[in-house]
């Protein structure tokens, strides 16, 4: 029961370009939304969250959006830049405090110079 | 400190060996996690533990699987008579007490492959 899907494994995008990035989810129980990069031979790295009590997140070149009657968010990056080449995963949490973390399968990003 | 370190970075055994892995947190992180991640998929939570105590443990976490943090430190996931389905990426993580999600920080993982 995959609750959290990427559907997209992989992404390509010119660099300074926008890159989008999403994620859906199924269980309405879920409030806190995360979203992780991983380089390879590395483990994943926060790079930016979001509550259910909003609607966007922003942080610097990354913005995060969230729709909950559509069970649907995605990460913005941009402009886009070869650093962000990296596998990027969402995450969720059924509240703040809650320590488990619920992950998509991913979706790998390219940024071709 | 560096980060959440993991030893080793990579295990090859053989199925029905057992098999431990070594995690430690970043210092005073009074939470620790662990994790799987197998090909294609993004990481799943096995356990968590605050200080020594064992708070949850995943349906994923079978018999054939313990977890340990004796001192509070760091911590042992064992794996007692391996499969070829236990092959994998296992992922440890640390948070404060007193931080939130965003304050998981992964180690490099320890990948295990049985053959």
């Known amino acids: 029961d995959q609750q959290v899907k990427q559907n997209s494994p992989s992404l390509s995008v010119q660099e300074g370009r926008i890159s989008i990035l999403n994620c859906d989810y199924t269980?309405?129980?879920?409030?806190?939304f995360l979203w992780y990069k991983k380089y390879p031979a590395e483990g994943p790295t926060f790079l930016i969250s979001?509550?259910?009590?909003?609607d966007k997140n922003e942080d610097g070149r990354f913005t995060v959006f969230l729709n909950k009657s559509a069970k649907h968010l995605s990460l913005h990056i941009v402009p886009s830049q070869p650093g962000d080449s990296a596998v990027y995963f969402c995450?969720?949490?059924?509240?703040?405090?809650?320590?488990?973390?619920?992950f998509g399968t991913g979706t790998r990003l390219t940024i071709i110079p | 400190d560096t980060g959440v370190s993991q030893d080793p970075r990579h295990k090859i055994t053989k199925r029905g060996q057992n098999v431990t892995f070594r995690c430690d947190p970043i210092?005073?992180?009074?939470?620790l996690y662990w994790y799987r991640q197998t090909l294609g998929q993004g990481p799943e939570f096995l356990t968590y533990?605050?200080?020594?105590?064992?708070?949850?443990k995943s349906r994923l976490l079978s018999d054939r699987f313990s977890a340990e943090r004796p001192k509070g430190s760091f911590s042992t996931l064992e794996i007692q008579r391996t499969e070829q389905g236990d092959s994998a990426m296992y992922l440890c993580?640390?948070?404060?007490?007193?931080?939130?999600?965003?304050?998981?920080?992964f180690g490099p993982g320890t990948r295990l492959l049985v053959l």
């Open positions: 979001i509550s259910s009590i909003k």
């Open positions: 995450a969720a949490s059924r509240d703040f405090g809650n320590e488990k973390l619920t």
């Open positions: 269980n309405s129980m879920f409030d806190y």
């Open positions: 533990f605050q200080n020594e105590a064992q708070l949850e």
């Open positions: 210092s005073e992180h009074n939470r």
């Open positions: 993580a640390s948070s404060p007490m007193t931080g939130g999600l965003e304050t998981q920080y």
